[in-house]
């Protein structure tokens, strides 16, 4: 398996502008996360998904932040407008219900100019 | 509310030393009590894991971490350092029951030395 795939790895972007940032879990793991990586507030959960449904996105800063799961092997997290303050490093998840075996991607490091 | 400490931001050791990283936490239930390594550019590895049972936990790379519930402590230590032990290292909580995420401390940058 080829673990927890993100893409792109690097974005660079203006203030205003649409962002999408993608993510194919591990096949059948059937819990997706979105983390928020920054130096000032470490690592925070933004919303996760059991079952391609989410369950919590109490964590997603604001209104700009959206995400989806349309199907079991893909979610994406979209920013818009982005601003500045949304430059951080974005990690996707998954795991298996009922395990702690989590299983992270290598980020996506978002800069918003 | 759940919380993780990390008190160290930054740690040096030489190669060849005795590491211990601090790790407290805040939790209102039993607690499960991850260790993470985060190489840079990379995502996050699982090191070790503590669920119950033994209080000391052995994990990959040679490390082990000891769960404390009087000081609600979970310290990573490793008898050796190698060079490679370089990166950054993330203590995190989870509940036994309900909510299924993680809540990880700050970090720990360890730098290693000849």
């Known amino acids: 398996d080829a673990g927890v795939i993100q893409s792109p790895r690097h974005e660079v972007t203006e203030m205003g502008q649409e962002v999408t940032l993608r993510c194919k879990p591990i096949?059948?793991?059937?819990?997706l996360f979105w983390y928020r990586q920054t130096m000032m507030r470490g690592l925070e959960l933004l919303i996760y998904f059991n079952n391609n449904v989410p369950i919590d996105d109490s964590g997603m800063p604001e209104d700009r932040f959206s995400a989806k799961m349309p199907n079991a092997s893909f979610s994406t997290l979209k920013i818009q407008p982005s601003e500045p303050r949304d430059s951080a490093v974005y990690f996707c998840a998954s795991r298996i219900g009922g395990s702690y075996g989590y299983t992270f991607g290598s980020g996506t490091r978002l800069t918003v100019v | 509310a759940q919380s993780v400490t990390q008190p160290d931001i930054h740690i040096t050791v030489s190669e060849g030393a005795s590491l211990e990283l601090r790790c407290n936490y805040s939790?209102?239930?039993?607690?499960?009590l991850f260790w993470y390594v985060q190489s840079p550019g990379q995502g996050l590895q699982l090191l070790l894991k503590y669920f119950s049972g033994d209080t000391l936990v052995q994990g990959i790379k040679g490390f082990e971490a000891e769960f404390k519930r009087s000081q609600s402590s979970f310290n990573l230590r490793k008898p050796s350092v190698h060079w490679s032990d370089a990166a950054e290292y993330f203590c995190?909580?989870?509940?036994?029951?309900?909510?299924?995420?993680?809540?990880f401390g700050t970090g720990t940058r360890l730098t290693v030395i000849p």
């Open positions: 939790y209102g239930a039993t607690p499960y």
């Open positions: 096949s059948g793991h059937d819990y």
């Open positions: 995190a909580v989870g509940a036994k029951t309900g909510a299924n995420n993680l809540f």
